[in-house]
């Protein structure tokens, strides 16, 4: 209990954190339908995001380095107070997708601070109570994050100042911490190289969960408005989906350990290709078949990134494990920076189902890949241990590096 304690002030702001900044995706999605802007532009705010997703996670680091760990985070929470409160002084979206590069880097920004400041003052005794802490923590307040859109007025002062003083006060827990702060870690050098060289497979799957994950949560509002679901329907639509993928974690790492990952990874990119076949055919079926759905594409889809980590870790030397982590989140980040805007203008252009069929195109070519590097190189004997791996920053790897050789 006392471990746990003294790490409740990371969690909280976690917690906080995620409802500000993971609002803000559906929140800019549902706005943007309210404001008339085309499917495409709010196709850009999500692409916009991971801009600077990508930007906080090779830039935290080092900022981390010149200013230590509670000014990094304050620095990182004024960039996304800042890109939240802009949005009531425009409504013009580019503008808007300048904001949203400022909301993405203050996301990966605030988590490599939480994450080397967890790895640092974590022991191994302690490893697995805190580790769960903090997937709960994220998966949780990523889940109330969706919901949070059914009760705030699209395009409303009202709703971006409330995620702005979310945004800032996730920063109170941290800054009032009596705990001294950890040693500034090096940053991990970026090697995007290192992930393709180790595993293609791997760098495969994180693409294509990039363009599920980023697709469905950047511009599922906007499928939503398209099959007639209401802004509090739109709310549960996308929570169903990280329901979904949250609870995949243990029954498909039990699998991954038991199977050769490759088959898992193949059987469930199969999976995901039905998944978006039946949540087109349920788009006419109700609400309630809509979630359904849902929860079945995040069954599907979410897991894909976790597998492939582990996957490449199989091939991966203990002193290559930390850079490893970090080539993956490079091939993600630009996944999920171009799917948002490749799904809108499908949508623009053929329909809401595009969206899926989209997703379901990519989930075939990562099948064919899969069954082609199958007969390239055989299983390794030992492998790792199969872990949930966030997708929060370049330095998750330090996390994560003990837990899958234990």
């Given at each position: 209990?006392?471990?746990?304690?003294?790490?409740?002030?990371?969690?909280?702001?976690?917690?906080?954190?995620?409802?500000?900044?993971?609002?803000?995706?559906?929140?800019?999605?549902?706005?943007?339908?309210?404001?008339?802007?085309?499917t495409e532009q709010i196709g850009l705010l999500g692409s916009a995001h991971f801009i600077g997703f990508f930007v906080g996670?090779?830039?935290?680091?080092?900022?981390?380095?010149?200013?230590?760990?509670?000014?990094?985070?304050?620095?990182?929470?004024?960039?996304?107070?800042?890109?939240?409160?802009?949005?009531?002084?425009?409504?013009?979206?580019?503008?808007?997708?300048?904001?949203?590069?400022?909301s993405g880097t203050c996301v990966a920004g605030c988590y490599t601070v939480i994450e080397a400041w967890l790895n640092a003052?974590?022991?191994?005794?302690?490893?697995?109570?805190?580790?769960?802490?903090?997937?709960?923590?994220?998966?949780?307040?990523?889940?109330?994050?969706?919901?949070?859109?059914?009760?705030?007025?699209?395009?409303?002062?009202?709703?971006?100042?409330?995620?702005?003083?979310?945004?800032?006060?996730?920063?109170?827990?941290?800054?009032?911490?009596?705990?001294?702060?950890?040693?500034?870690?090096?940053?991990?050098?970026?090697?995007?190289?290192?992930?393709?060289?180790?595993?293609?497979?791997?760098?495969?799957?994180?693409?294509?969960?990039?363009?599920?994950?980023?697709?469905?949560?950047?511009?599922?509002?906007?499928?939503?408005?398209?099959?007639?679901?209401?802004?509090?329907?739109?709310?549960?639509?996308?929570?169903?989906?990280?329901?979904?993928?949250?609870?995949?974690?243990?029954?498909?790492?039990?699998?991954?350990?038991?199977?050769?990952?490759?088959?898992?990874?193949?059987?469930?990119?199969?999976?995901?290709?039905?998944?978006?076949?039946?949540?087109?055919?349920?788009?006419?079926?109700?609400?309630?078949?809509?979630?359904?759905?849902?929860?079945?594409?995040?069954?599907?889809?979410?897991?894909?990134?976790?597998?492939?980590?582990?996957?490449?870790?199989?091939?991966?030397?203990?002193?290559?494990?930390?850079?490893?982590?970090?080539?993956?989140?490079?091939?993600?980040?630009?996944?999920?920076?171009?799917?948002?805007?490749?799904?809108?203008?499908?949508?623009?252009?053929?329909?809401?189902?595009?969206?899926?069929?989209?997703?379901?195109?990519?989930?075939?070519?990562?099948?064919?890949?899969?069954?082609?590097?199958?007969?390239?190189?055989?299983?390794?004997?030992?492998?790792t241990n199969y872990v949930y791996a966030p997708r929060t920053s370049f330095t998750i790897g330090r996390l994560l590096k003990?837990?899958?050789?234990?």
């Amino acid at each position: 209990m006392r471990t746990m304690i003294s790490f409740a002030a990371l969690f909280l702001s976690v917690i906080l954190l995620q409802l500000s900044t993971g609002g803000v995706g559906p929140l800019d999605a549902i706005s943007g339908l309210t404001l008339d802007f085309s499917t495409e532009q709010i196709g850009l705010l999500g692409s916009a995001h991971f801009i600077g997703f990508f930007v906080g996670c090779w830039w935290a680091p080092r900022l981390m380095g010149s200013v230590g760990h509670s000014r990094a985070f304050a620095v990182c929470t004024a960039l996304g107070a800042m890109g939240l409160l802009g949005h009531t002084l425009t409504e013009n979206p580019n503008i808007w997708a300048v904001l949203r590069i400022a909301s993405g880097t203050c996301v990966a920004g605030c988590y490599t601070v939480i994450e080397a400041w967890l790895n640092a003052k974590v022991t191994n005794e302690s490893r697995g109570r805190v580790m769960g802490s903090y997937r709960i923590a994220d998966l949780g307040a990523s889940l109330c994050a969706q919901l949070i859109i059914a009760v705030l007025p699209p395009a409303s002062y009202v709703s971006y100042n409330l995620l702005a003083i979310l945004c800032c006060a996730s920063l109170l827990p941290l800054a009032l911490t009596r705990a001294s702060q950890p040693k500034t870690p090096d940053a991990p050098r970026l090697r995007p190289r290192l992930a393709w060289t180790n595993s293609p497979l791997a760098v495969a799957g994180v693409i294509v969960s990039a363009l599920s994950s980023a697709s469905i949560r950047m511009v599922g509002p906007v499928y939503g408005q398209e099959v007639g679901l209401g802004v509090d329907q739109i709310a549960f639509f996308l929570a169903s989906f990280v329901l979904g993928g949250a609870l995949a974690q243990y029954p498909l790492g039990w699998l991954a350990d038991k199977y050769d990952r490759r088959w898992v990874l193949i059987w469930l990119s199969a999976a995901a290709v039905l998944s978006c076949g039946i949540t087109m055919a349920a788009s006419g079926s109700g609400t309630f078949g809509v979630m359904l759905a849902a929860g079945f594409f995040g069954l599907t889809t979410f897991p894909i990134f976790s597998v492939s980590s582990a996957h490449a870790n199989d091939f991966a030397t203990t002193e290559q494990r930390v850079e490893l982590s970090a080539a993956l989140m490079f091939w993600y980040a630009l996944g999920a920076i171009a799917s948002p805007y490749i799904s809108s203008t499908l949508i623009q252009q053929y329909g809401p189902g595009a969206l899926f069929a989209f997703v379901a195109v990519g989930h075939m070519g990562l099948i064919v890949f899969g069954l082609a590097r199958m007969r390239s190189r055989p299983t390794p004997d030992e492998r790792t241990n199969y872990v949930y791996a966030p997708r929060t920053s370049f330095t998750i790897g330090r996390l994560l590096k003990r837990s899958r050789e234990e």
